[in-house]
């Protein structure tokens, strides 16, 4: 029998055993493919420049991270091999004694591997060119781009970058097969199944000693954090540290302690098959800790990747309404300098928008219905001391505006004027702000303010939330609204021209964008914002972070899925034996069933109950960083991460649940055939 | 000559027990009709040399392998007729088994091992402690209960396993080859412990063995050979030292080499 025919018949044989893997190949190539293949499905669209230019930066991105997914998926697919291998090595000794070359059973190995990655790459290429149709669907959504026609996508660099990088992996695995088989004794390959591993547990009170030490740790870890926030590096490094530790002791002593405090439940642990399930699993997170520890940061990595990251997405998507009140805003203003921490000069009198506009022959009338010119005030910048919720400091994006400016703008916005009582002010944030605004509601009122030489006091009444001009990113700033006559000496700081467009949006955004550029002022740079730049930006955003999360989160998904299946599953071969006496001795198929759903749910629930709570406190954290921003709804995204979740790792543990039942099942059957 | 009463009512019978394997063009008959009992209080042994069908004879009783045709009663349950799930729970309630290689979960320790042949049948907790405690006594293993299988020597285990067959108080204990991995002295303990149960505690064992040693501690012998009944030997009042010398005379008989002695 030649080499060839003897590892394609192993590999269809063994078919059931590499199900498990090969679906791990299978998903891997073909998510790969389809992150690396997203610039190839603008043929599709009708995109604007900017939209290109945002979907080619999406793919650099994509393929520097595909570097990262690319390694991790290295080390997935050698882990897997391993086991494969370690099932086999009875098999490789019988090969030896018979007098098989160690040269001719690496070949056979080779072969193997050759094999079932060829098939991988096959059917992964295939499934992934399926999926990235519709996914170009989906990415038209989020950039909000139109569908032109509807055509078959195919990305060539895609598919040869997934060939070589595959490839590559699948090349690597083989050397480490080859090393692996070259290295073993035929001692150990012959009697490999025979190796029990005779590991005691650690007395109840050492184990119960680990255990609360693991508590601690994670209770530092969590506490660490949630004091600091991400704003310390030190207490990041603290409970990143303690919560590695943490989980690590957790899962060392996990079993061991329970194990322990079941078995002097005497009830408990001697109903039904319990005592076997806890021994079963107790021997198993003894020597698996380890990968279990692995699992579980995975999976925290996993969840808080997916949920922070759409919950991102949807905050910006939330965010396109507020920050566009009218179609575009021209804004010109003293600009910060980082390096010198200072503003660059501004003229007092500031720059008169309409003016300019007149003088650079622009005629406003030709692409606007209607627009309005404000100018923000330079004020006593430090006298309202107010932080936002990340204890950043406001007073630089503090300014003061006319009453009968502001009110311009309320109308211009469809909204009433407003009225100052005598000797007060109101309060303004410019863009959806309101979260801030609530927060620092108590601290205005009891500020006093003098503006032009006159002491004013905030009306409660006067404190409000609106967004007030175009802007792609978030401003931090802050508007007092002062009677007309007391800033008739004060410097200004920014201009601003408001502009809302004719019926003939596109029309009007072109001739806006085209006349409004005409007008520069000497020394001072001017920004203009449009409504459909923003939104396309944003919808950038919203693509680059959702697709990175959903890229990053499902490989580690994938990854903590296929390490525990695949050592459930090669166990499971061994527990044939257990389970076969247990058969024997009239335990029925109801309670075995049981019990091995039982080990399986333990098995894949128990790393991510812990993963859940460290990310319950990631998700909390990161929430509370993008918060002091904007709002982000957690619930939505979650729900998603939730679905993800289930389908991903639920589907793991689903095919591993059913594999180990099977391989339990044709052993009865095939004891009942033999006799 | 307590259990007269007892006798009179066979624990097994095996009435015209066939079992064939393979086609029409290639027919194997594994066991060719036999049929024999077995009495309450009975230690009988199944002689024969390997592919006589003795193996397959132990599968049909213990219920893991059915009959072609014919009848088994155990305890005068006919248990030919039962479905996979009724087996199941027989298995359980009336037979021990007792394995060549122990077949004790290694991930159990002895205790447990024992243990768990009660928890199946749900038994309560307190029970179960007696219980254990009882047999692990009777079997002089009562002090290595804490350890798990791979902590203590074949002969323990072979004991162990021997405890957790017998601890739910079958009606008949199945044993194939329980000597088979065990050195001498230990299959003598094992043995004497075996004549023990059946004498003080009237259980039934039915034992398969191709070792002439183990099976002179038995009451009866059934030699099996190309799936029939060949001979039957009744110790009697014969000695160990005696019977052992009938069976020889039989095992060569019956074309057994030297290689059945021990």
């Known amino acids: 029998m030649t080499s060839l025919s003897l590892s394609f018949k192993n590999v269809r044989k063994s078919f059931r055993d590499f199900t498990v893997y090969f679906v791990t190949l299978m998903l891997g190539v073909s998510i790969f493919y389809i992150f690396n293949s997203i610039d190839s499905q603008q043929s599709i669209m009708e995109i604007t420049s900017s939209q290109g230019a945002a979907l080619a930066s999406l793919n650099r991105l994509m393929a520097n991270f595909s570097i990262l997914i690319s390694i991790i998926l290295v080390f997935l697919i050698i882990y897997a091999n391993r086991y494969l ?92 097969n080859i090393i692996m088989v070259r290295r073993q004794k035929l001692l150990n390959l012959i009697y490999a199944s025979r190796q029990n591993e005779g590991f005691k547990p650690p007395r109840l009170a050492l184990s119960a000693l680990i255990f609360l030490l693991s508590i601690g740790c994670l209770a530092v870890s969590y506490s660490a954090i949630l004091n600091s ?72 990595i996993s969840i808080c990747t997916l949920s922070s990251g759409m919950g991102l997405a949807k905050a910006v998507t939330d965010d396109i309404s507020r920050n566009t009140p009218y179609d575009a805003t021209l804004s010109i203003g003293a600009q910060y300098n980082c390096n010198t921490n200072s503003y660059n000069s ?35 910048a430090s006298s309202l001391d107010i932080k936002n919720g990340a204890g950043i400091d406001l007073n630089n994006e503090l300014y003061y505006v006319k009453l009968s400016d502001y009110n311009k703008v309320m109308e211009l916005q469809g909204l009433a004027p407003i009225t100052l009582a005598e000797n007060s002010y109101a309060v303004d944030s410019t863009t959806a702000y309101d979260k801030w605004i609530v927060m620092a509601k108590d601290k205005i009122i009891e500020t006093t303010l003098t503006v032009g030489g006159r002491k004013l006091s905030a009306s409660p009444e006067r404190i409000s939330s609106h967004s007030l001009e175009v802007a792609g990113n978030y401003t931090l700033d802050l508007l007092i609204i002062v009677p007309d006559e007391l800033l008739a000496n004060a410097p200004a700081k920014r201009d601003l021209l408001h502009i809302k467009y004719l019926e003939n949006k596109a029309l009007s955004e072109d001739l806006a964008v085209k006349n409004l550029s005409k007008i520069t002022v000497e020394g001072i740079a001017e920004r203009l914002e449009t409504k459909k730049l923003v939104v396309e930006d944003s919808g950038s955003t919203t693509t680059t972070i959702s697709y990175l999360a959903v890229y990053l989160g499902v490989i580690f998904l994938i990854a903590s899925g296929t390490v525990l299946a695949i050592a459930q599953l090669s166990e499971a071969n061994d527990n ?40 319950i406190i990631g998700v909390i954290v990161a929430a509370q960083a993008i918060n002091s921003f904007r709002g982000m709804n957690i619930l ?40 | 000559m307590k259990n007269l009463k007892k006798r009179t009512a066979p624990i097994l019978k095996v009435k015209n027990l066939e079992k064939y394997y393979g086609n029409k063009n290639n027919l194997t008959k594994a066991l060719a009709g036999i049929s024999f009992e077995v ?76 243990a768990l042949a009660l928890a199946i049948l749900k038994k309560p907790v307190e029970e179960i402690d007696e219980k254990v405690h009882k047999v692990a006594k009777l079997l002089g293993i009562g002090k290595i209960l804490d350890r798990f299988p791979y902590q203590i020597s074949g002969g323990q285990k072979q004991r162990v396993a021997s405890a957790r067959a017998i601890v739910t108080e079958p009606s008949l204990v199945l044993a194939d080859e329980p000597t088979g991995a065990l050195d001498s002295k230990s299959a003598q303990t094992l043995l004497l412990s075996f004549q023990q149960l059946v004498r003080d505690h009237n259980a039934t064992i039915l034992m398969v063995t191709h070792d ?7 009451n009866r012998i059934l030699f099996i050979r190309d799936g029939k009944l060949f001979n039957q030997l009744v110790r009697g009042r014969d000695n160990r030292k005696q019977f052992f010398d009938k069976i020889i005379d039989v095992i060569s008989l019956l074309g057994g080499s030297s290689n059945d002695l021990t």
């Open chain 1, 85 to 176: 291998i370690k099932r086999r090595k009875k098999e490789f000794g019988v090969y030896l004694i018979l007098g098989m070359s160690r040269r001719r059973v690496s070949q056979i190995l080779v072969l193997e591997t050759a094999f079932v990655g060829l098939i991988a790459l096959v059917a992964g290429s295939a499934f992934g060119i399926l999926l990235s149709q519709g996914m170009a669907a989906l990415t038209a959504k989020l950039l909000g781009a139109g569908i032109v026609n509807f055509q078959f996508i195919f990305s060539v660099s895609a598919l040869k970058k997934t060939l070589l990088y595959f490839g590559l992996t699948f090349i690597l695995t083989m050397i480490f």
């Open chain 1, 229 to 300: 926030g991400l704003l310390s590096v030190a207490l990041i490094w603290t409970s990143v540290i303690s919560g590695v530790v943490g989980t690590f002791l957790f899962f060392f002593s996990l079993s061991g302690f329970f194990l322990k405090l079941i078995q002097r439940m005497k009830k408990l642990y001697f109903k039904n098959m319990n005592m076997f399930v806890l021994r079963q699993i107790n021997s198993k997170i003894n020597t698996n800790y380890i990968s279990i520890t692995f699992v579980c940061l995975m999976l925290f």
């Open chain 1, 346 to 380: 501004y003229p007092a009198a500031g720059v008169d928008l309409l003016a300019e506009a007149k003088k650079h022959n622009v005629n406003l009338d030709s692409f606007a219905k209607s627009y309005v010119a404000v100018r923000y005030y330079n004020g006593e």
């Open chain 1, 576 to 615: 044939v034996r257990r389970y076969k006496l247990l058969h024997k001795i009239g335990t029925d198929e109801r309670q075995i069933n049981r019990a091995v759903f039982l080990q399986n749910l333990i098995y894949f629930g128990v790393p991510l109950t812990l993963a859940l709570a460290h990310s």
């Open chain 1, 636 to 675: 939505d995204s979650s729900l998603i991460t939730a679905l993800i979740i289930v389908s991903i790792y639920g589907g793991y543990f689903l095919i591993t649940y059913l594999g180990s039942k099977n391989v339990i099942i044709r052993e009865y059957s095939r004891q009942e055939k033999e006799g």
């Open chain 2, 39 to 114: 009495q309450t209080g009975e230690y009988v042994g199944v002689m024969g040399a390997s592919g006589s069908g003795k193996t397959t004879l132990l599968n049909c009783i213990s219920t893991i392998d059915n009959a072609t045709s014919g009848h088994i009663f155990i305890n005068g349950k006919n248990v030919t007729n039962l479905d996979q799930q009724e087996l199941t729970k027989f298995r359980r309630e009336q037979l021990g088994f007792v394995f060549q290689d122990f077949n004790l979960l290694d991930t159990l320790t002895a205790y447990e091992n024992i």
């Open chain 2, 212 to 218: 002439a040693f183990s099976a002179s501690y038995c």
